[in-house]
């Protein structure tokens, strides 16, 4: 038999690394094929919180343009108007007396009749807290939702 | 043909359909558009996002380990591929008494949560796509006859209510007795793996399936996330009226 | 040595018999544990079917759920059975068609271990509830590279054989083998890592469609065009007449190749995914007949060309019956991949029982042709009792024309319609199943005696207790003379016409 001149060892450790790399090769495919077709997987929790940040920004905005004065402007006359207590209060005046200084340190945001649009506007702000008692009770707390009764 | 023809051959022949049929769309299913609710027909705008409840990711994993997706499946085809959508219970229910008709088939996102979908091989058991809320019913029609039989609220049946979560271990952990029981047949087999023995202290436990001679048979670790993801396998919540099959227009959105 | 019977035929015949030598060890070692698989695989099957119909039947025994036989069953059965079986052949076969020695025996018998290593503990872990659950990759997740290294320490043996051999006619099983060769590890890895590895990269709809396309690609670009490879062989190599046509084989291969990686998605018809992939792959599963009449009228053909052959041949009468298995499973794989017809049959016994069909009716009558004919040249020894091969292949054929037969159509359609049917309840759905859960027991266990006395004499002959003789064993029924055919030289026998052959 003549001997096979195809049969050489560079052949056969040639035909091993190309096989291997072709192994190689399918992985890498699929791997480049899982990264990069399509970068971004679908996440609907950011989409929601898209949408959410829509919300928040309307929301800021209206309750911006509803606050037409500034609230320091006005502590005085709030001041003045506690002061003054309405006649059919069972409040005496001592006591409007003594709750007035208490007023004061809060620059909180003060239920002023124009801030109660606010709420209104924005659908998610609970319109609960607004009008009732400014200042014992915290003054930034956003936790006002349940009634105080 | 050449060694070199042939492999360009091969190379296209098989290089073709895996991108257009596997490699392609396995890509692209990743960022598949979220579905929207439409103003029109909705009532409402916005991404609709499918909620799940229960361990969603162990229990579907230890569901397909212990081979239970060979003998059901969880899948409602379109009418060109089979009955399934009529089948009260499977992919929904045709008078759902708060909803409508919530009847329609299987979407992609109904196995969100999951890391694969247990679409299953036979039907050799039930469907179980909507398990969960078959389960409700079933413990609420039961409530109802008892409160009537006991002549009390509904509300107010305490220990006489239909414990879902007993029912499940139940079944899971010897459903010839509950099919005895019940006069129904199944070829469910005993799953004791999801139980543990451990002798009784004190009071019985809740949730044993069985006690004998102060050893109860309670849930492990692994009945306990089965059978969460088994009672919260429900699929008739409210989706985009695209996807309703037959959605009540008049019902809304409730 | 005389000089003088230095002729090209002695010295081919010199070849092939240091060829046989060489791969004595590996080969006998894929056989032998692959049939031991085999059984092993069949036994859990009849657990599994016993279960079915009687789901008290080892009630209690967690390791022996219904879900986990099954999966156990056929991880055995794929990876432990059909892989080995398939390894073998190929390994054998390819250096046969290349003439070329193995030099990497040992390697490659190292390997087997290590695989048979690797199903072992899979399918102890299976069992115990860890696998993956994933279809047709049901071994756990840390198994699956270890396989794919080592099908690679099996496989480039057989590639370099190729590259090296000495130029002139490539014969068509060895374009099989090389496809087989190139396809395997792309079908592996993109299905692994699409169905398994990137669990939680991806939609969990996709997971599962790659396992479904996992494991149609894997028993047509595979399982089948090994058994072909095989058939291609035996078939002009008992009778001694060429391939009836060398371009149907070609177009074959060809037909085979641009269909078979198309198949797979119509499994999930009506399942959420793409539409076009559930209707690409029906159609591409009904062209499948397409290769497969071709490849039959080949075989077929030149089979027919020595009716003798075929009746007292053991390793042509397997392989002719493997081809007849091949057009029943095509036209069963058709029939039940149109739509109108899926859906009784698409989550009924239909679909199992298909598998069955071209795993044991197919693939596995094959690999029991090529191995009655490889055998007796690596041991050197002949097969000991005709009765034996005989009660092997009557027993698989009815065990598995019982199974195709009333578990998959019968099964398949009467469970299917009444699932269809919505006014039925499940408790007529399994009234409906018994009798066909029955039949599959019954056919598994015809199957299993088969395998079982196929296993006995596979391991008589691997002690190497075979007859020594030059006479091969053949099915006759004591003819003129011994009962063992004339004398003669064993591949003069073989090749019963005097043009010789120059495999």
Redesign the interface.
Known sequence: ?EP?L???PL??FN??WW??A??VV??I???F??TF??????D??K??GQ?RLVKKDKVEAAQAAALKVDPTSVFDKLQNTLNAAPAASAVASPEAAEMAPAAEPTPAPAPAAPVEEAPAEAPTVTPAPAPVTPAPAAPAEPVAPTNPE | MTVKTFFYGLIASFGIPWLIMLAVPFASMRSQEAPQFDESKDEKTGVFQPMYSGRRGTGSLIYRQEGCAVCHTQVTRPTYAGNDVFREGQGGFAKDEVRGDTRRISMPFDYNGEDYANIGESRIGPDLGNYGRRLEVKAAAYNKAKAEELGLDIDKLGEHAFNIELAVYRHLFDPQINAKKHMLKTNCPSNSRFFDEAGVMGQESDLAVAVVDGVEVVPNDRGRAIMSYLINLKRDGEVPASMQYGRDKEKGSK | MSTETNSPYLEDTQLRADIDRSLRHPVMFFFTSGAAWLAVSLVLGILFSAKVHSPGFLDGCSFLNTGVLYQAHLSTMIYGWGAQAAFGVIIWLMSRLSRQECKASGLILTAGHVWNACIAIGTIRILMGEGSGVAWMYFPKFIWPVLLAIYFFIGIWAVIAFRVRRGGHIYISQWYLMATLFWFPWVFISGHLFAIGYLGEGHEMMATAASAWYRSALMFLFFTPVAIASAYYIAPKVTGRPVYSYNLALFGFWALAIVGPWTGFQRLMGAPIPSFMQFLSAGAAILMLIPAIAVAINILKTASAKKDAMAHSPSLRFTVAGVVGLLVFAALGALMSVPGVMKYTQFSTAQYGLEITGLLGFFSMCMYGAIYFIVPRITNREWISVGLIRQHFWLTVYGVLFIAIFYTLGGGFLHGEILENVNESQDSAYTRLFPYAVSLTTGFIFILIATFFFCCHLLLMWLRLGRRSSHPTLLVRHAHGSPHGPEGDLDKLENLDSNLSTH
């Open positions: 038999m096979n195809r049969d050489t052949r056969r035909t091993f096989g291997l072709l192994f399918f992985g495919a699929c791997f094929l899982r077709v399509n970068d971004e997987m679908t609907v929790d989409e929601r949408e």
